[in-house]
C-alpha cells in the first residue's frame, strides 16, 4: 500500500488560495488513483476530486468545479489540490487517498489514507 502524507493546510481568509500536497512513500504510484476527501466538525467524510493513475481523467464535486483543480506528477509522486477563492464552507480536514484501480466517490474503496491536514477558511 502506499503511504501518503498532506501538507500544505492553513488558515486563509475568504477568498484567498491554497495548495495542498500528497506525497506518497512506496513504489508504483502510478498504479494508484488519487482522491481528495475533506471532513467538516459533525459531517461525513465527503469526496471532492480524483485524477486518475494516467492523468487523463480528472473530477471533481459540483461545489468546487470552477475553484479548485487537481493534478500529480508521477516521477515525483505527489499529487496536488490546487484551492482558489476559498469559501467558508471549504474549511475541513482534508485528507488524500489512493487506490488501485480507477477512481471512485466512494470512500470505502480506498485502500491507502493519509493523516489529513486542516485548512480554515476565516477572516
Known amino acids: 500500500q502506499a503511504q501518503l502524507v498532506e501538507s500544505g493546510g492553513g488558515l486563509v481568509q475568504p477568498g484567498g488560495s491554497l495548495t495542498l500536497s500528497c506525497a506518497a512513500t512506496?513504489?508504483?504510484?502510478?498504479?494508484?488513483?488519487i482522491a481528495w476527501f475533506r471532513q467538516a466538525p459533525g459531517k461525513q467524510r465527503e469526496f471532492v476530486a480524483s485524477?486518475?493513475?494516467?492523468?487523463?481523467?480528472?473530477y471533481l464535486i459540483h461545489a468546487v468545479r470552477d475553484r479548485f483543480a487537481i493534478s500529480r506528477v508521477n516521477a515525483k509522486n505527489i499529487a496536488y489540490l490546487q484551492m482558489n477563492n476559498l469559501k467558508s464552507e471549504d474549511t475541513a480536514l482534508y485528507y488524500c487517498?489512493?487506490?488501485?484501480?480507477?477512481?471512485?466517490?466512494?470512500?470505502?474503496?480506498?485502500?491507502?489514507w493519509g493523516q489529513g491536514t486542516q485548512v480554515t477558511v476565516s477572516s
Open positions: 487517498a489512493a487506490r488501485r484501480g480507477p477512481a471512485t466517490v466512494m470512500t470505502t474503496l480506498y485502500d491507502s
Open positions: 512506496g513504489r508504483s504510484f502510478d498504479d494508484y488513483s
Open positions: 485524477v486518475s493513475r494516467d492523468v487523463t481523467d480528472t
